[in-house]
């Protein structure tokens, strides 16, 4: 325009480059106004770009753009410009040429969007070729091989003309045998955004600079008093190694003026890390060795964040939309967003040794409802970062407004402009992409700026968990915006509190317009189901511990990751991980359990009933009563009742035997059922259930059973005095002649009462003892011997004494005798 007018390689001051571009704007404003409009409205022109492209073959040459610096370039600047060509047809290209190609300045950000999207070379749209020296040639290009080309030029020598945005272009021409003549064959358009002179006003800036990263600890710790953590496996180690994600985000924040975005769990995770810790592998753990890289991290990193704001997200980096959407319903859902949001700043702090802000929520991609704007504030926060697609500008706004927006109770929303933030998606691991993603930025920041004359602020919030690659072209663009001269850096916390613009869009989209590919990738209501089902488990569980921080804070925490944005759109690791720490409560759970028992006899009317509880924690539990009941308290009785219950204290690794009386009341077999019971009465672990078979003795049996001991035992008296006095009597006749019998017998009843006393009274009763008048005779005191010595009757044994006296006589009893029978 006006600078083309100049003499060549010379550069016109300022004031004299103002004057040419306000007379070649008033001379030329009508064509300006025919070219400006033209990325604006493909449409009107789809069908002439069709056979321009069909024309010229712009797609047999993939023209790739691996460097372009500097990216904002000024007065006085060589740009250069640089990459690769590649023949993608199969004919050989002859006289190849690279040239630069300045198109027209493009006033709107919608004309950016437009020309971003078109890659095919529009003649006339797309401008001509600086040419002279400013081009590199190749004899021939043969398919499938690649050629570099780089490219300087002095930035006087494109004739640029007002500040704004350009469309520059990098073509390749040549020749085909089937189309000997010069067309361009290859094509690929990016943005030169040219703002010499500093911009008044500039435009104030935030850029988040977001540390998240996927759950990485488990619910399981070691049974040491440091409580060893357990990490799912190794990845967050390469993450944070040098040449990591992770690593990579820390390096390039550190030298940029950016707003730290930080999940507190990633940073409990590494701190973890510089300690002893194991890693699952299979059913089986192996311990970790990257401590020395985890506090290489962690030094690098509060060494970044020295001096610079720092937003600290919840613990674990809820995922709000899908609490909002599928969880509020669900009881405990929102205390455990509560539960995250209050552990936060301390997590950060300890760590980093900085005081974070814990004022925002952040919903997945911005994208804000009622129900989403009512949780995000539930837990104290007062600021949503939302995107400017999901709370959108009318179209008679011809400019974009700050980012604050009062949305109604006392709740700001800070909307981050959805085309900067999303200028890094996609796949730009290759030079080229990123380079293209780093100019389509700057230039819409660029028109941003040119919208309108107020100052404005401007937040940009890029993806959760940018890729190394994205990192890099993050950085390259923030520096490049900060080195330029229509923007100035700005915190987060100033840009929610700047004054809101009157008439920017402040009314909260319903519900009908949340994005449906967001929904599809939400939680899913069972989801927090089985969160409240697991911290149900948690609450009777430790309250049975000795020291329940033990359990409570890992597990605690392992909930708050089952709730993380970073599920988002990973519904089956999401379920393998909370199956993971569900499944390990219940085995913890299952240590403390009761001893099952077979069949117990009960004999009389009361008895002990002994039940084991056994502990196989590492810790001692309490608040524990164990309840055994009677299901027939008629016939069993339990203390006294249906059913008795007394309390249970067992150290860690033992059991303990607790006893309990009964009594019963019938014979027969009766179920009784062991329960453990929190002291709220809540049922503890599984039920035993078992028999107690009841044999009752009566006072009549027990009678009978005495007396028939006692039977034997006078038995045993009687056997016992009679051989005695046997023996005696067998003693003295061994010492007497058989002569003298008769003369001894009146004296020998005499002998005989006293040698055995009263034991012998009943055989004194039934033979009268001899006297004068009744001389006894020989032959029936023989006989009576006979009857009374022991053993008479009875086989002659070996043992037996000889007899003294003649054998009885076997002939019938004379008249007057007594019969032995």
């Known amino acids: 325009m006006a600078e083309a007018a100049d003499i060549q390689g010379t550069c016109p001051s300022p004031a004299r480059r103002r004057l040419l571009r306000v007379g070649a704007l008033l001379a030329g404003a009508p064509l300006l106004a025919g070219l400006c409009q033209l990325p604006a409205a493909p449409a009107a022109d789809a069908a002439g770009q069709a056979t321009a492209k069909a024309a010229s073959g712009s797609d047999t040459v993939a023209v790739a753009l691996d460097s372009f610096s500097p990216a904002v370039p000024t007065d006085g600047d060589t740009l250069t410009v ?247 319903d669900v009881a405990g859902s929102l205390s455990q967003y509560k539960a995250a949001t209050d552990v936060a700043s301390l997590t950060v702090e300890s760590i980093l040794h900085v005081q974070p802000s814990t004022d925002f929520a952040w919903p997945v991609d911005g994208a804000i409802d009622p129900s989403i704007v009512k949780v995000a504030t539930s837990a104290g926060a007062d600021r949503v970062i939302a995107r400017s697609d999901s709370l959108e500008e009318n179209d008679a706004l011809p400019y974009t407004p700050s980012a604050a927006r009062p949305i109604g109770g006392g709740t700001t929303a800070v909307v981050a402009d959805a085309r900067l933030s999303t200028a890094f998606e996609g796949d730009l691991t290759k030079a080229s992409a990123g380079t293209l993603a780093v100019q389509r930025f700057l230039a819409q920041s660029l028109a941003l700026n040119q919208q309108t004359d107020k100052q404005r602020s401007i937040v940009v919030a890029p993806q959760r968990m940018p890729s190394a690659s994205q990192a890099r072209a993050m950085a390259e663009a923030i520096t490049a915006l900060q080195g330029g001269t229509w923007t100035e850096t700005q915190e987060l916390t100033a840009a929610a509190e700047a004054k809101p613009d009157a008439r920017a869009n402040r009314k909260v989209p319903p519900a009908s317009a949340y994005p449906s590919a967001l929904r599809k990738r939400e939680l899913p209501r069972e989801a927090f189901e089985q969160i409240a089902a697991t911290q149900d488990k948690l609450d009777d569980f430790q309250v049975i511990l000795s020291f329940p921080r033990r359990v409570a804070t890992p597990f605690g925490l392992a909930i708050n990751r089952e709730m993380s944005t970073s599920w988002d759109g990973r519904s089956a690791e999401a379920q393998s991980f909370r199956d993971g720490v569900e499944g390990y409560l219940d085995d913890l759970a299952k240590q403390v359990k009761l001893i099952e028992k077979s069949e117990t006899k009960l004999s009389g009317r009361s008895a002990t009933i002994p039940v084991t509880v056994q502990n196989n924690l590492v810790q001692g539990v309490d608040n524990l009563v164990l309840r055994l009941t009677s299901t027939s308290p008629t016939r069993l009785e339990i203390g006294g009742e249906a059913y008795d219950e007394q309390p249970v204290s067992v150290s860690g690794g033992h059991s303990q035997s607790v006893k309990f009386n009964t009594s019963a009341n019938a014979n027969g077999r009766v179920t009784v059922i062991a329960q453990l019971f929190t002291e709220d009465g809540q049922p503890y672990g599984e039920a035993v259930q078992f028999d107690v078979k009841v044999t009752e003795i009566t006072a009549t049996v027990m009678l009978v059973i005495g007396g028939g001991v006692l039977l034997l035992v006078l038995a045993g008296f009687r056997m016992y005095t009679q051989r005695k006095r046997a023996a005696a009597r067998q003693a003295e006749e061994e010492g007497e002649d058989p002569a003298d019998t008769t003369a001894d017998a009146p004296t020998a009843p005499a002998t005989d009462a006293s040698a055995d006393g009263p034991a012998d009274a009943s055989a004194d009763a039934e033979h009268p003892t001899d006297t004068p008048e009744n001389p006894e005779d020989p032959d029936d005191r023989l006989k009576e011997e006979s009857v009374t010595r022991p053993g008479a009757g009875d086989p002659e044994q070996p043992s037996d004494p000889t007899p003294d006296t003649a054998a009885e006589s076997a002939d019938p009893s004379g008249t007057g005798e007594r019969v032995d029978r």
Request: net charge negative; no cysteine.
């Open 82 to 328: 640089s990459g690769t060509v590649t023949n993608k047809g199969k004919e050989t290209i002859t006289d190849a040429q690279v040239d630069l190609r300045v198109g027209q300045e493009l006033t709107t950000r919608s004309g950016i969007d437009t020309a971003a999207k078109n890659d095919d070379y529009v003649p006339g749209s797309d401008g001509n070729e600086v040419g002279g020296d400013y081009t590199e040639e190749f004899a021939k290009l043969t398919p499938g091989v690649s050629e570099h080309f780089s490219i300087s030029v002095p930035v006087d020598e494109l004739d640029l003309g007002d500040e704004g945005v350009y469309a520059f272009g990098v073509s390749l021409t040549g020749e085909t045998p089937s189309r000997p003549w010069d067309e361009v064959l290859g094509f690929q358009r990016t943005f030169l955004p040219w703002q010499p002179d500093e911009a008044e006003p500039r435009t104030k800036t935030t850029f988040l600079w977001p540390l998240v990263s996927t759950a990485h600890m488990t619910a399981e710790t070691g049974s040491n008093e440091q409580q060893t953590p357990v990490f799912l496996n190794d990845d967050l180690a390469k993450e944070i190694a040098p040449g990591g994600r992770l690593a990579r985000m820390v390096a390039l924040g550190k030298e940029l003026d950016v707003t730290w975005v930080i999940d507190p769990d990633l940073l409990a995770s590494v701190d973890a890390m510089t300690r002893s810790y194991e890693v699952r592998d299979g059913d089986d753990t192996t311990p970790g060795r990257h401590q020395a890289v985890a506090n290489q991290w962690l030094a690098e990193l509060q060494k970044a964040v020295d001096g610079k704001e720092v937003v600290a997200l919840p613990y674990a980096d809820p995922d709000l939309a899908s609490l909002a959407h599928n969880g509020t």
